[in-house]
């Protein structure tokens, strides 16, 4: 089975994020790592290969730091990583990002295709969905329990009320939360293996994408600070209360 | 929102229920709604959707396309952008023109004014906090619409559907949760906390370290430093301190809630909403509230 | 004969011991040559003074009569066997003296006293640490000493009865007093006995070796190679990823990878179970025993290191099974909080600390193989510096509104670095403590700062786990840091950070000055700089913290800060540990009783109402402690209760 598992590195997700001038986030020459929420897709990836046979690779579209999010992978135990980096990705929106990471994956056979639900730096939660457009496959979101067997990939689906288990043939895209499967430490033997497996580097030219393609159609003209958020409500308890956190919850769309 | 912008408004509904609400939908501003009860959408979630509303752009050709930022709209919105070109910007807090929108970043702390510059129609999803339903009080015509669905958008498919009452979501992958400690007082009172998970919905229990040592309830709901990590929606803390060792399992929950009768706990410091008082009090009328607004 | 009969008993003790120093010499190698003159004081008091089995006094006086006795009484072996040749042999020079003849007879005397109290402790007074000893072996082990010093005994008043002894029979009283028994003497009894004393000491011979006796040949050397410094310093072990995989040691996975310093541990063991007997762990009914631990991997060695050995010789690889979990559980392994109790207690310097943290080193690293919520802990440090996955840019909120100087790049170094900690960067109750010591060292008037966002953590819970790289990274790093900021003097308020800094940080280059804050306060009220702290209105006992106390030997300067408070029976070098050592701070305790409960419930017991501590975990666990077991107890650092008293 050949098993890819999209990752991303993000920026140190406890240290403070800054903006460059050009209103991008800074990723360049800032410690970060691979995206934790990354690691479950992987650790589901790993499991599946380990019990029927096959390859996990990881595919990274990111700055040349990128690679540290790749070693991550690698050391929990993927076989391969593909890293696409290129100066005239930077600051690529989430269809851009899509287009590359549906046009890495189209070079090499696959069948599953594994994402976070949503990366901890910038939670939109569509490049999957379009990846999956893209590559002309069946996508599902929200697999807390995933599992293949006989050329069909079946997932646990989190629910309001509970859950609803959807199957679909392969090859298919899954993305999953955390639920899924606790991710392995890697060992040290790991992290030295991993410099030993095979990455591959690619640029955008290498993709075969055109000019426009490549051309983000958002671009963000300015960022100002927001009025400081007051430092959560206080409030005694009475219907007040009551009312404002039942606003809450609404507004999160729970209710 | 949309109707700040243009009085020429059409919405989409796909799935069982969809002509159904379609006078609500009137009711906010929308002239025509598209819709269709169509099982499949159901019965295939994203891909169908996608195509179908793919299509009605192609037909009617707005300029901006609005989403909400449920999980159905995300899969759809994701799948689109693919099929338009145009890149989707997401939770958005307000469209300020045709292709200039705004956004929150890094937290909220940051406000981002966005030039959207992709090829009509543009995609905007809305975070839902930005705008409040107001209605019009206008009607709406219903346009069916055709669904003739290609095999292959539907080889996802639904296979069965689980209600889970008592057990309820895993912590992990829970929209809301709800953590009991010491506060609760007896382990009797975890039920309080049951019932108002149950109001909710896709909401799991959890305990501070404390209520788990006491014996109230097993390891498996302990959230903390050695106990688990969640990064709900929305997590409310009842009777809770907040030590150190408990807020490291959920500070990273999108909105806290707190209750607890000692204004000093340490959790207030993290909480959105901290309501001092009697958990005994709230947390039910909390529930009544719930179930009131979710019947009506 | 006795020729014959010695060369079969030479013989098999001659080739067991070639086994036994084969396998010390398989194992890894480790420093231990240092301080002589501290080895050798140590042979002094714990061996030849039996310092540490005084600790308690009936089992001291038995084992002092049988060592001290078996020391004076091995001219007599001589004796006995010259004599078998020719019954008129004499020692030279003391053969046949009256002092001699004395202490021969004093002795021996006393010895079979101490066997007299060994079988009382061991039948009638049964103390709870023998569970899990070879109480079989054992007694037929003081049966075998009974009759060496009985047929000694017996011996000698045949030959008073015969007429044959060389010095006035009033010189040996109780022989002169048994001689009694014989009547005129009997020359066959005689030479029966002076056989039977050879051979049960022939018997012996071979018998030690082959059994836990070995302790009275390898605990004199094991006590020599015992560790000089202080406790709580762990061997370091560098990984450089870099170097070739085969080339790297990630501790101890199978028996080939245990020192050679651990093996002679194994060696010495007694069984005697003073180690269980002090250990939390087993205390509070977990399944680690350190008696039992240290008795698994010895079974363990004898029964594979062999296999190595003879794999070795054939020129084969040979593949071990795993020590975890084929000689220990995981669970065993997990369970010590490293408190030191055990290393305490060992009369025979056995290290149990050492093998667990060699055995977690290759279960952490090369297996990544722990209890799941300590994942947490890794992730945290390596992503964050901080045990707690905090943002390090926050790392000196707790200093909001007092007067703490953050040490910027490029400032000059203050006198004095405060090195705060995690616990009391980030957890609400420790951060009471150290403000509470930022006041004190303000009103007296020390020149200190703080690192800020550049502390991170000193890597004692990566270390303590077993994850030696990490803590490398983290060491390197923050010597880095000091050094770069001219640093040279340090005070710690964690003891934890203050074992790192002070024992450990060497090694990676790091040397300052490092005292904990309580030294530091001490000293301030000797020089009259701070006022002497009072505790009024509070009566207070006062919690050794491990990595304080019997880690690093203080106690008299934390409890001079509490004067007046009223001693726990576990206090000092016996102080029970409150369970967040060896990283279990991040681990459940999922068996048994907490430890932390327990020792709360011992504060309770003294009547205090307060619960003095000098380390923010203790603090930590045991205000944990007082809620769960429903104790009124206020848990305050002794920073706190004197800052209380200068308000």
Same mark, same amino acid.
Request: hydrophobic share 35%; proline share 5%.
């Given at each position: 089975m050949n098993v890819i598992v999209l990752a991303k590195y993000v920026p140190n997700p406890q240290g403070v994020p800054e903006l460059g001038p050009d209103h991008l986030l800074v990723r360049s020459g800032v410690e970060g790592a691979l995206d934790p929420g990354d690691e479950y897709g992987l650790e589901a990836g790993l499991r599946i290969i380990e019990a029927q046979g096959g390859e996990v690779v990881v595919v990274s579209m990111g700055p040349e730091e990128a690679m540290a999010a790749i070693q991550r992978a690698l050391a929990m135990g993927a076989h391969g990583g593909i890293l696409i980096t290129d100066d005239v990705l930077r600051g690529a929106d989430a269809l851009v990002t899509a287009r590359v990471l549906a046009a890495t994956i189209r070079r090499r056979p696959f069948d599953l295709v594994i994402a976070s639900v949503e990366s901890t730096d910038g939670y939109t939660g569509t490049v999957p969905m379009t990846v999956a457009e893209l590559l002309g496959v069946p996508s599902a979101t929200f697999a807390r329990k995933l599992d293949v067997a006989e050329g069909l990939v079946r997932i646990e689906r989190q629910t309001e009320g509970g859950y609803d288990v959807l199957e679909s043939p392969l090859p298919a895209l899954v993305t999953v939360t955390t639920a899924v499967a606790e991710p392995r430490y890697p060992t040290l033997k790991g992290i030295m293996q991993a410099k030993q497996k095979p990455v591959e580097r690619l640029t955008a030219s290498d993709l075969g994408l055109s000019r426009d393609q490549l051309a983000s159609s958002q671009g963000v003209v300015d960022v100002h600070d927001a009025p400081p958020k007051d430092r959560g409500e206080a409030l005694e308890a009475g219907p007040e209360a009551v009312a404002r956190i039942a606003d809450l919850l609404a507004e999160a769309r729970v209710i | 929102m949309a109707r700040r912008l243009t009085d020429e408004i059409e919405a989409v509904a796909l799935g069982p229920g969809a002509t159904e609400a379609a006078p609500a939908l009137g009711g906010h501003g929308a002239r025509t709604v598209h819709a269709s009860d169509d099982r499949q959408f159901e019965d295939h979630p994203g891909a169908p959707a996608a195509h179908v509303v793919a299509r009605l752009l192609e037909e009617h050709r707005p300029n901006l396309v609005l989403f909400s930022t449920s999980y159905a709209s995300r899969d759809v919105a994701g799948r689109l952008q693919a099929l338009t070109g145009s890149t989707l910007m997401a939770?958005?807090?307000?469209?300020?023109g045709p292709d200039h929108a705004r956004g929150e970043i890094l937290g909220g702390t940051k406000i981002v004014e966005v030039e959207l510059r992709g090829p009509d129609p543009k995609l905007v999803s809305v975070r839902p906090k930005a705008i409040a339903a107001e209605p019009s009080g206008g009607t709406a015509t219903v346009a069916p619409v055709r669904v003739d669905l290609p095999d292959e958008l539907r080889r996802l498919r639904v296979v069965e559907r689980h209600q889970e009452e008592a057990a309820g979501p895993k912590l992990e992958g829970a929209k809301v949760v709800i953590a009991g400690g010491r506060g609760l007082q007896d382990p009797a009172n975890f039920a309080m906390l049951d019932d108002l998970a149950r109001a909710i919905g896709d909401a799991a229990v959890g305990a501070s370290r404390a209520a788990v040592d006491a014996g109230w309830v097993p390891y498996s709901y302990q959230i903390g430093q050695t106990g688990k990590t969640v990064k709900p929606e929305v997590y409310i803390g009842v009777g809770i301190s907040g030590a150190l060792q408990h807020a490291v399992g959920m500070k990273q929950a999108k909105r806290i809630i707190a209750i607890n009768k000692d204004p000093d706990a340490p959790i207030f410091g993290l909480a959105d909403i901290g309501v001092v008082g009697d958990l005994f009090e709230v947390v039910p009328a909390l529930t009544e509230e719930i179930r009131r607004r979710k019947g009506s | 004969m006795l020729v014959a009969a010695l060369a079969v008993s030479v013989g098999v003790f001659a080739r067991r011991t070639r086994l036994l120093a084969a396998l010390v010499r398989m194992g890894r190698p480790v420093a231990r040559t240092d301080h002589v003159a501290t080895r050798v004081r140590n042979e002094a008091v714990i061996v030849l003074a039996q310092r540490k089995l005084f600790q308690r006094l009936a089992p001291g006086l038995m084992h002092a009569f049988i060592f001290w006795g078996f020391l004076v009484l091995f001219p007599t072996i001589v004796h006995a066997m010259g004599a078998l040749i020719d019954p008129d042999f004499a020692l030279p @020079?003391?053969?046949?003296t009256r002092w001699f003849a004395l202490v021969v007879d004093v002795f021996a005397t006393l010895v079979a006293v101490g066997v007299g109290l060994a079988f009382f402790i061991r039948k009638l007074v049964r103390p709870k640490r023998f569970e899990g000893s070879h109480l079989r072996e054992a007694d037929f082990i003081l049966l075998a000493i009974l009759g060496i010093v009985a047929t000694l005994l017996l011996w000698n008043a045949d030959r008073i009865a015969l007429g044959l002894n060389e010095a006035p029979a009033a010189w040996s009283p109780v022989a002169n007093l048994l001689s009694g028994l014989f009547g005129r003497g009997s020359e066959a009894t005689e030479r029966a006995l002076v056989w039977a004393h050879v051979l049960i000491i022939l018997g012996f011979l071979t018998y030690i070796p082959h059994s836990k006796h070995l302790h009275i040949v390898t605990a004199a050397i094991n006590v020599f190679f015992g560790?000089?410094?202080?406790?709580g310093r762990l061997e370091p072990l560098r990984i450089d990823l870099e170097a070739p995989e085969e080339e790297i040691r990630f501790g101890a996975a199978t028996v080939s990878d245990l020192t050679w310093k651990e093996v002679v541990d194994l060696y010495s063991c007694t069984e005697c179970g003073r180690c269980q007997d002090a250990c939390p762990a087993s205390f509070t009914g977990k399944a680690l025993s350190p008696k039992l631990l240290i008795m698994d991997l010895r079974d363990h060695l004898f029964e594979e290191g062999p296999n190595v050995l003879s794999a070795r010789a054939g020129g084969e690889d040979h593949e071990s099974p795993p020590l975890v979990p084929t000689a220990v559980t995981d669970e065993v392994v997990w369970? #010590? @909080?490293? #408190?030191?109790a055990c290393v305490r207690e060992c009369p025979v310097s056995i290290e149990h600390i050492d093998h667990i943290v060699d055995l977690r080193r290759n279960l952490v690293m090369a297996e990544s193989r722990f209890p799941q919520e300590a994942g947490a802990l890794l992730r945290n440090l390596e992503s964050s510096s901080n045990p707690w996955g905090q943002p390090q840019a926050q790392r000196a909120a707790w200093a909001d509104g007092l007067e703490v100087r953050v040490l910027e790049p490029g400032e000059s170094a203050p006198e004095y670095l405060f090195w705060v900690g995690c616990a009391a960067s980030f957890d609400d109750r420790a951060r009471n403590g150290a403000r509470a010591l930022v006041r004190l060292l303000n009103s007296a008037g020390i020149d200190f700062a703080i690192l800020g966002p550049r502390e991170l953590c000193t890597g004692d819970p990566a270390r303590r786990m077993g994850h030696e790289y990490l803590f490398q990274t983290l060491a390197e790093q923050n010597v880095e840091t000091l050094d770069g900021a001219g640093v040279r003097k340090i005070v710690a308020s964690c003891p934890h950070c203050f074992n790192t800094l002070a024992n450990e940080y060497p090694d990676y280059g790091g040397r300052f000055e490092v005292v904990h804050h309580t030294e530091l306060l001490a000293r301030l009220v000797r020089d009259g700089r701070l006022a002497p702290p009072r505790v009024d209105g509070r009566s207070v006992t006062y919690h050794d913290p491990c990595y304080l106390g019997r880690h690093n030997g203080i106690y008299d300067e934390p409890r001079s800060l509490v004067p007046s408070s009223v001693e726990m029976p576990r206090h000092g070098e016996r102080s029970f540990c409150c369970g967040a050592g060896g990283a279990r701070m991040w681990m459940e305790e999922r068996v048994g009783r907490q430890i932390a409960d327990v020792r709360v419930e011992e504060a309770a017991d003294t009547g205090a109402d307060t619960l003095a501590v000098a380390c923010p975990y203790c603090m930590i666990m045991l205000d944990d402690g007082t809620k769960s077991v429903g104790k009124d107890l206020d848990v305050k650092d002794v920073a706190q209760l004197m800052a209380e008293s200068l308000e």
């Open positions: - | 939770n958005a807090s307000a469209v300020l | @020079v003391i053969g046949g560790k000089t410094g202080p406790r369970d #010590c @909080v490293t #408190c030191g």
